[in-house]
């Protein structure tokens, strides 16, 4: 399809243990954002990819998050050493330019649950 | 005063009625606006931009107020379906391009 991807749809983790979330943008989007929601918040803001700049982290909540992209392709975001706290909907949204005049579009989020 | 503020509601209307909200904004450098809806439990969707002019779509109206600083949304004829949480997402010029959101109205739409 010609819409965000993200993947794995759910994750059911214990805790401590690391994991990685993937997002495929639409093609030639270069912005990429991701964003946390838990349940019944808004959502909250983590990281900004633009190109081939420096990434916007000022949303990453701890040490314990990363994310990468390369170029205008895949971003993943990797939680080590999960906590209860984590447990939320992870989406990621891209759009066509920087600039803000662009709407964002999102995947379908993934669902992270830590036991 | 929070960037961006929505009255969380919920908004408990009948079909066919006539409902709004608005979203005020607090940098009067803000440029871009829209309006995003979410269902539970899903991701949020693309409703409308909102011009400087106002715009319409169906029963669904946008319109911005820079005087004012807020941005409103009008839907016409609620339907069951228009049922979900409605975003504003403001867009300001500066050193990273981060949209803010605003935390959601609640409608409800019942029988």
């Known amino acids: 399809g010609a819409g965000v991807s993200q993947s794995p749809s759910n994750k059911v983790t214990e805790k401590g243990k690391d994991v990685e979330l993937r997002c495929d943008p639409i093609s030639g989007h270069t912005a990429l954002y991701w964003y946390r929601q838990r349940l019944g918040q808004g959502l909250e803001f983590l990281i900004y990819?633009?190109?081939?700049?420096?990434?916007?982290k000022s949303g990453l909540p701890s040490d314990r998050f990363s994310a990468e992209r390369t170029g205008e392709s895949v971003s993943t975001l990797t939680i080590q050493r999960t906590q209860q706290e984590d447990s939320a909907v992870y989406l990621c949204?891209?759009?066509?330019?920087?600039?803000?005049?662009?709407?964002?579009?999102f995947g379908d989020g993934t669902r992270l649950s830590i036991l | 005063r929070k960037e961006v503020e929505q009255d969380p509601g919920p908004f408990n209307v009948p079909e066919g009625a006539t409902v709004a909200f608005n979203c005020t904004y607090s940098?009067?450098?803000?440029?871009?606006f829209f309006w995003y809806r979410q269902d539970c439990r899903k991701e949020p969707k693309l409703l409308m931009s909102v011009y400087s002019s106002g715009n319409e779509d169906g029963r669904f109206t946008a319109q911005l107020n820079r005087a004012s600083q807020y941005i409103s949304l009008l839907i016409r004829d609620s339907k069951l379906s228009d049922s979900a949480t409605y975003l504003c997402?403001?867009?300001?010029?500066?050193?990273?391009?981060?949209?803010?959101f605003g935390r959601g109205t609640s409608l409800i739409v019942h029988p």
């Open positions: 990819f633009q190109g081939n700049s420096a990434p916007d």
């Open positions: 940098n009067s450098a803000s440029q871009s």
């Open positions: 997402v403001v867009n300001t010029p500066g050193g990273s391009y981060i949209p803010t």
């Open positions: 949204a891209s759009s066509l330019v920087d600039g803000g005049l662009e709407p964002q579009h």
